[in-house]
């Protein structure tokens, strides 16, 4: 048996949880994803202040709170996003990426509602999240996209993939700078 030291559990996943963040703006405020095919956004030591992010038929592999915290994204295998509002805990809209590949991972742009994702269909995807407008495809990697985010300043995409390269993209081009291959 395995001691358990948490200072709090959240028991609302009935399989493996695969995804976890913590709110930029509230210390208290957490969402999870997991295997059952559920988002959750809960807080921190109250059992009964929790939300289930409902809508996917898949995995929810990767989450990930906006810069400002107002907004929730839930990326999943069934290639859907979902993008909740915290604050009043509703759904603001689904963003769609190619059919029958998931998602490994997203990330919210550092100063506004942009969100990329890397896919299993070789592709990394962004949307404005406020509009839910499909943006760009970012093509060029061979293999799943494993990997990636926004530099600091929200000028460049980096994203890497099974197939050992790091690619460098212009964000509102789609056009890959520069290849660095493994």
Partial sequence: EVEDHSTYAFHGHTDEVFAAACSPTDASLVISGGKDDRGFLWRIGSAQDFQELTGHGD???????????????????????????????????????????????????????????????????????????????????????????????????????????LRIWEPKSAQCRHVVRG
Avoid at 92 to 118: C, D, K, V
């Fill in 59 to 165: 995995t929810v592999c990767t989450v990930a709170f906006s810069s400002d915290g107002k907004l929730v994204a839930c990326g999943s295998m069934d290639g859907q996003i979902n993008v909740w509002n915290t604050a009043t805990r509703t759904l603001q809209g689904t963003l769609e990426g190619s059919s029958g590949s998931g998602f490994e991972w997203l990330r919210w742009h550092p100063r506004g509602n942009l969100i990329i994702a890397g896919s299993e269909d070789c592709n990394v995807w962004m949307w404005n999240a406020d509009h839910n407008a499909f943006l760009n495809t970012f093509a060029g990697h061979s293999s799943t996209v494993t990997c990636g985010d926004f530099t600091p300043d929200g000028k460049l995409i980096c994203s890497g993939s099974d197939d050992a390269t």
